[in-house]
């Protein structure tokens, strides 16, 4: 059974969940919420397809997801930026001192947000799309 929709769904959640982290002004967690938005909508992709992947790299994901549905520069680019929030938005030691918590900005989180709107604009267009 292909679970596209699940992982779609769970981005679109986690997607909300994400403009509530930025209302409330925790900007490191919101922009990693918005790199798990990324990489479940890119799972939907690749779950419509019938082409299961694991990982979390949003940069590999979407080249596989790209022998599927051609992605815009705009994707790849939204998708690199995101893929960079995995690690350093939640343990401090990714930083020589200083939490997480106090590396990320409202602007970080913003054009996060944005980047996760632009990798679910595309996993919504390609689940629409005809799976294989």
């Known amino acids: 059974m292909r679970r596209a929709p699940d992982w779609l769904k769970q981005a679109e ?42 990982g979390h790299n949003l940069n590999l994901l979407l080249e596989a997801a790209a022998e599927y549905v051609l992605p815009s520069d705009e994707v790849r680019h939204a998708c ?12 401090p030691d990714a930083f020589s001192e200083g939490a997480p918590a106090d590396q990320y900005t409202r602007l970080d989180a913003e054009e996060a947000i944005q980047d996760a709107e632009t990798v679910l604009r595309y996993a919504r267009d390609a689940v629409e799309s005809p799976a294989l």
């Open 80 to 91: 690199a930026r995101l893929n960079r929030l995995y690690i350093p938005t939640r343990y």
């Open 13 to 54: 959640s986690e997607y909300a969940a994400a403009q509530s982290l930025y209302g409330d002004g925790h900007w490191a967690w919101c922009c990693f919420t918005c790199q798990q938005v990324a990489e479940k909508a890119l799972q939907a992709v690749l779950e419509h397809f019938g082409d299961v992947q694991t």
